[in-house]
């Protein structure tokens, strides 16, 4: 297999064309709808994955609010280009060695998704030729752009698609590397250090959204394929892998689908609503009734391929229904499915008649209230059926929260860009370059090497805090004196610990100055190490401050001769077991104290009072 990664990070500089600001709301204050159809690209050709879309006819309805003007609403030109935005976008190519062009041109690349009310997006190409190291090998960053981001879909209905103008026009670095990686994994590192390059800028939006990757897989003797809006970094690795496995299915389909000469027919679609007017119940039950119809297709040679084989979540009966799903069709139903959803045996043996199948064939029945969307779709499951016979069809899918993808749309081409007539090209001079060469941040792995040499923090501990962002505020902590162990810890384990207990609920983001005070109680002895979870969980929960959460978790007030007459009244209720075990005893015993301790006294604290007691005791001391 071999991978390439396209990732979208969000700055946190201003909008791209306008003075609005980058930030989300919910905040409307009025509504306007559109239409939008695909135009032809500078070679005057149509773009596929436009044509489909616009094929649908979506009416797109758009909310603005007090982060979107006339710019993103199409009723005024764009302004001049964010220059602070191409500075990022500059610096990124310079950290990666790559090649800025002369002079930025920005381009439009159609889009008529609704995700933009111009119909394209804006999109310029800042740099070439970059490299990036990762694991002492070396990957291609063949081109760096700016674009703005695209609004972001807060509804849908049928017919309508409602878009929010908040996110339009913020501007995104695009990192694309060339297609050298070669597993799940290391497409997870390539992701994680262009995201720590680009947080190295300071100049960057943080939170869930914020950061997209687009993951292009290939399997041997398959097509690229590109997983698009992928947000969970730590999925990255499994979207790779199941592409792969699910395209060495469709490659073990198609072998199966030559031996048996399978074939797809071209006759119309068969209006077989009246065998189906009897059944009661699943999705067949309203047919012939207000309108619904039912049409049928045969596939000569598909029987038994359509459904999972052993093994597989995979399946070519789904890759059908979501190739229907495109022009608007809820799904769809397969003769590898039936007998089910009121169809019997002699339907099937019928149906098969009236489409003149014999046994190795299959068939796929559609149900709709439109005639010409049936038709439309039983097309696309054509067109799907016959990329079958060819393999791994090209095309763009979206991930799904499990790491499966589902069928979006073709793959997209040159036929979609044309220039911008409304922004002038930008030099990108000798002087600016050298400002910005002057001004360089810290490389993530001189970064982790500069960590581990002045904090002698273990390496996979210094790979945490580097790409997870968190490096910045363990070195403002460790600076105010505080143990870099301690600290590490802290923003590694215990807040992320409370950040997943936490994951419907309000955000929990504590101050450095919060953290610092936790910190100070647990190295001056008024809480216990072990108990900083203890009081985030309180903090998170609206305790005002550090102390009073200490107060409110029952962590104050234990002092060290609270934790000796804790320790010899479990020793003196086990004074059997600590005689004839000795020090074999520890272990029982002081999972008995740290359940009544719960983090109100350090662990090693703990651990020293009890084996002194059980000397002690074991010894025949009084």
Same mark, same amino acid.
């Given at each position: ?365 559609? +149900?709709?209230?439109? @005639? &010409? /969307?049936? %038709?439309?779709? $039983? ?7 016959? =990329?079958? !016979? #060819? ?37 990108? +001079?000798?002087?600016? @370059? &050298? /400002?910005? %060469?002057?001004? $360089? ?7 982790? =090497?500069? !960590? #581990? ?41 215990? @807040? ?127």
């Amino acid at each position: 297999m071999k991978a390439g990664l396209e990732v979208h990070q969000q700055l946190a500089v201003g909008k791209l064309f306008c003075a609005c600001p980058p930030e989300l709301s919910e905040e409307v204050t009025c509504a306007f709808s559109r239409s939008l159809r695909a135009a032809g690209g500078e070679n005057r050709a149509v773009d596929v994955a436009a044509a489909l879309q616009a094929s649908r006819g979506l009416v797109y309805r758009y909310e603005t609010g007090p982060s979107s003007c006339l710019v993103e609403m199409d009723e005024e030109p764009p302004h001049p280009l964010n220059e602070v935005a191409l500075d990022v976008a500059l610096t990124f190519a310079l950290l990666v060695n790559a090649r800025p062009v002369d002079e930025v041109e920005v381009m439009r690349k159609i889009v008529v998704d609704g995700s933009n009310t111009t119909g394209f997006q804006r999109t310029a190409l800042v740099a070439t030729d970059g490299v990036l190291e990762v694991g002492g090998k070396s990957y291609s960053v063949p081109t760096i752009c700016l674009e703005e981001d695209a609004a972001r879909k807060v509804r849908e209905t049928p017919g309508e698609v409602t878009y929010r103008l908040d996110r339009l026009g913020i501007p995104l670095v695009e990192v694309a590397t060339g297609p050298e990686i070669l597993s799940g994994t290391a497409a997870r590192e390539v992701a994680e250090e262009i995201g720590a390059l680009l947080r190295a800028t300071r100049k960057v939006r943080r939170g869930i959204g914020t950061v997209r990757e687009d993951v292009n897989v290939s399997a041997e003797g398959g097509h690229r394929v590109e997983v698009k809006g992928v947000q969970e970094l730590r999925l990255i690795q499994e979207y790779v892998e199941r592409e792969v496995g699910r395209q060495k299915l469709l490659l073990e389909l198609q072998e199966a689908l030559v031996r048996r000469n399978a074939r797809v027919p071209t006759e119309p679609p068969a209006d077989v609503t009246a065998m189906f007017r009897e059944v009661p119940t699943g999705p067949f039950s309203g047919a012939g009734k207000g309108g619904q119809i039912v049409l049928a297709i045969g596939l000569v040679g598909f029987a038994g391929l359509l459904r999972s084989p052993a093994g597989s979540e995979e399946r070519l009966g789904r890759e059908l229904a979501d190739y229907a799903r495109s022009v608007g069709l809820r799904g769809l139903v397969h003769s590898d499915e039936l007998p089910a959803y009121g169809v019997s045996t002699e339907m099937m043996a019928e149906l098969k008649t009236r489409l003149s199948l014999s046994e190795p064939d299959a068939f796929v029945l559609v +149900t709709d209230r439109s @005639l &010409e /969307r049936a %038709r439309s779709a $039983l097309e696309r499951v054509r067109e799907r059926a016959r =990329a079958a !016979l #060819a393999g791994v069809p090209g095309e763009t899918r979206d991930p799904l929260p499990d790491g499966r993808t589902r069928y979006s749309r073709p793959l997209p081409g040159r036929d979609r860009m044309y220039p911008e007539t409304d922004i002038p090209p930008i030099p990108i +001079t000798a002087a600016r @370059l &050298e /400002r910005l %060469r002057a001004g $360089l941040p810290e490389r993530p792995q001189e970064l982790k =090497a500069r !960590l #581990a040499r002045t904090h002698g923090l273990p390496d996979e501990v210094v790979r945490q805090l580097v790409y997870g962002d968190l490096a910045g505020r363990f070195e403002v902590l460790a600076a105010r004196g505080h143990s870099a162990g301690l600290v590490a810890r802290l923003l590694t384990q215990d @807040l992320p610990a409370v950040f997943a207990e936490r994951a419907d609920a309000p955000p929990f983001d504590p101050s450095d100055e919060v953290l610092h005070e936790l910190l100070a109680a647990a190295e001056d002895g008024r809480i216990a190490k072990e108990g900083i979870p203890t009081v985030l969980k309180a903090l998170a929960a609206g305790e005002p401050t550090v102390g009073v959460a200490i107060e409110q978790s029952g962590l104050s007030g234990f002092t060290p001769e609270d934790l000796l007459a804790l320790v010899r009244r479990v020793v003196a209720a086990n004074v059997d077991m600590v005689r004839s075990k000795g020090d074999a005893a520890f272990s029982p015993l002081m999972g008995d104290v740290m359940r009544e301790v719960r983090g109100r006294r350090d662990g090693r604290e703990v651990s020293d009072a009890l084996r002194a007691e059980i000397r002690r005791v074991a010894q025949g001391e009084a």
